[in-house]
């Protein structure tokens, strides 16, 4: 009888101690969550970013168009030839000998309205390796006969543009990270992937205009062109891990 009275004793013992070891398991949980060494979770987030730099534009493109008119076509395209003759005497020194940074981008002849002359034309673009020769080179083209300049457009070089671009996705990089790390903080960032969404130039190089300008003037003048400032945009997406 004495051993029948101990079992209840035995079995409330027994859930005691489950119920102890519940609650101990329960708190090495939270304590582990809850402790700054343990591992947090880990996860990739993406985030698109953009850089900057700018610089003056180094080299400038003219775009001149020069005509001739005669009583046939030979004596309009001779005409004509004579012009640019003058117009290439005028701007080799400004290529420095470089005639294959002149290029032809309309060549033409036509009969005029009155039907009793011909019109030969023809439009090149001048690259202009130093910019601040333009000055220069609009004053002698303004005083050439038959020889119009239609319009002027800063321009960074190649080698501006392969440099700003560099920068520029620099810029991006650092502004992709410093995001990551703001919507993940405190946890660790680390750049797992990079792709460019590309880039702009700003002001965009004008490659192309209409023909047209006003009369040549009968001896130089000094005209003031302004290259200003361009910029180059470089976009990217980067994935980053965290944790």
Known sequence: MKNNKLLP???????????????????????????????????????????????????????????????????????????????????????????????????????????STYTATESVVVTMPNISDVNAALGKLSALANAYVTGVSAQLSADQVTQLRTQALKAALLNATEQAGELVSPMGVKMTNVSISGYVIRPYPVYALAAGGSAPVAKDVAPSFFGGTSKVSESISAVFSYG
Request: zero cysteines.
């Open 9 to 115: 004793a035995a079995g409330a013992i027994a859930l005691l101690l489950v119920a102890v070891l519940l609650a101990i398991t329960v708190i090495a949980v939270l304590y582990s969550v809850a402790s700054p060494g343990t591992k947090a979770p880990q996860g990739y987030i993406t985030v698109s970013a953009s850089g900057f730099a700018s610089a003056p534009p180094s080299q400038a493109l003219l775009y001149i168009t020069v005509n001739g008119t005669g009583a046939t076509v030979y004596d309009a395209v001779y005409n004509m030839s004579a012009a640019m003759q003058s117009v290439n005497a005028t701007i080799v020194g400004y290529v420095h000998g470089n005639m294959s940074m002149v290029s032809t981008s309309q060549y033409s002849v036509y009969k005029t309205y009155n039907r």
